[in-house]
C-alpha cells in the first residue's frame, strides 16, 4: 500500500525556519514527481513547490520563492522541503504528494493539487511570536 507521512512541523517565530519531511512506504519517491501543498483554515489547497519525476528544475509558487527549498534524499526514499526565512501567512497544513504513476508528471511538475492521487495526512506549520 502506497503511503506517505509528512513531519517536522512546528511553531517557530517568523524568521525562522523548518524542514518537512515526506517518508514513503509502497513506492520508490525516486522515480515520482513530488508536490508539496499547504491549506491554511478557511482557504482552498495550494501548490508551494514540485519537482518532476526527471528530477529537473523544481518549481515553487511566487509566495515561496527565494525561502523554500525542495530536496530529494533517494537513499532514505524521503523529499524535503527547506522553509526559511518564515512568516505568519506561512501558517498551515503541509501536505506532500505523488501523481498515480511514475511516468505522471515525469517532464514537468504542477502546482495544481487535482494532478496528485497520493497524499500524506499533513503536518501542522504555524509561525507566531
Known amino acids: 500500500q502506497e503511503q506517505l507521512v509528512e513531519s517536522g512541523g512546528g511553531l517557530v517565530q517568523p524568521g525562522g525556519s523548518l524542514r518537512l519531511s515526506c517518508a514513503a512506504s509502497g513506492l520508490t519517491l525516486e522515480y515520482y514527481a513530488i508536490g508539496w501543498f499547504r491549506q491554511a483554515p478557511g482557504k482552498e489547497r495550494e501548490g508551494v513547490s514540485c519537482?518532476?519525476?526527471?528530477?529537473?528544475?523544481?518549481e515553487y509558487a511566487d509566495s515561496v520563492k527565494g525561502r523554500f527549498t525542495i530536496s530529494r534524499d533517494n537513499a532514505n526514499n524521503t523529499v524535503y522541503l527547506q522553509m526559511n526565512n518564515l512568516k505568519p501567512e506561512d501558517t498551515a497544513v503541509y501536505y506532500c504528494a505523488t501523481p498515480e504513476d511514475p511516468m505522471s508528471l515525469y517532464y514537468y511538475c504542477s502546482l495544481w493539487p487535482d494532478e496528485y492521487r497520493t497524499w500524506g495526512q499533513g503536518t501542522q506549520v504555524t509561525v507566531s511570536s
Open positions: 519537482i518532476s519525476g526527471k528530477n529537473d528544475d523544481p
